[in-house]
């Protein structure tokens, strides 16, 4: 089966550095993604990584190992706004098929 | 560059009626995605179409639910009778046909359905 884990809730402080982890079991995988959903709005793209390494885009970097089978998105000078959840989600091989983890709620307190 | 579009925004209906939501994705984009969510957990897929063909619809519940996506553009999702169970956000994304690193799924605003 296809399974993806990560933290249910993280809180931090603005400006504070803050790393959300994903561990996933697939019967194939071919990349990581992040996205961000804040209440009551639709998913939004933050990340990707299909090979081994830190990907950096601006405030946000996602990292991947694919031999742990483990990635984490990393979020630093933490602002309010940032509250939301995150997701993970697994890209299949052959690029078909994503699945989502359950999310991470993501708390930063002033 | 419009994103995906759907409708309605909410819906309330009783269970054993039925409901219909609609999608229209970016234009361009080969691949067409259904998925829903309950509040608190994260997007399950139900079906995902390339192009007006299924390329999954392993989780859909097929007694009940179907969709489809005609001339490969816009899709329906129908649940025919609602149960309580379905009342969650239904959420349309839409992304490119795989090609190298393109893999942005862009998602619309979502049906949020209340089965009472």
């Known amino acids: 089966g296809q399974s993806l884990e990560q933290p249910s809730e993280v809180t931090a402080v603005e400006g504070a550095i803050v790393q959300i982890n994903c561990t996933y079991q697939t019967s194939g995988f071919y990349g990581l993604s992040w996205y961000q959903q804040h209440d009551g709005g639709a998913p939004t793209f933050l990340s990707y990584n299909a090979l081994d390494g830190l990907e950096e885009t601006g405030r946000f970097s996602s990292f991947l190992s694919r031999s742990d089978s483990y990635g984490y998105l990393l979020l630093q000078e933490l602002q309010m706004k940032d509250s939301a959840s995150y997701f993970c989600a697994v890209r299949d091989t052959g690029g078909f098929k994503t699945i989502f983890g359950a999310g991470t709620r993501l708390f930063v307190k002033a | 560059e419009a994103g995906v579009a759907q409708s309605p925004r909410y819906k309330i209906i009783e269970k054993r009626q039925s409901v219909a939501f609609w999608c229209n994705p970016i234009?361009?984009?080969?691949?067409l995605y259904w998925y829903q969510q309950i509040l608190g957990q994260g997007p399950k897929l139900l079906i995902q179409?390339?192009?007006?063909?299924?390329?999954?619809d392993s989780q859909l519940p097929k007694d009940r639910f179907s969709a489809e996506r005609l001339k490969g553009v816009d899709s329906t999702l129908k649940i025919q009778p609602a149960k309580l169970e379905d009342s969650a956000v239904y959420l349309c994304?839409?992304?490119?046909?795989?090609?190298?690193?393109?893999?942005?799924?862009?998602f619309g605003q979502g049906t949020r359905l209340t089965v009472v």
């Open positions: 179409f390339q192009n007006n063909g299924v390329v999954d």
């Open positions: 234009s361009g984009h080969a691949t």
């Open positions: 994304a839409s992304s490119f046909i795989w090609t190298g690193m393109n893999t942005e799924a862009f």
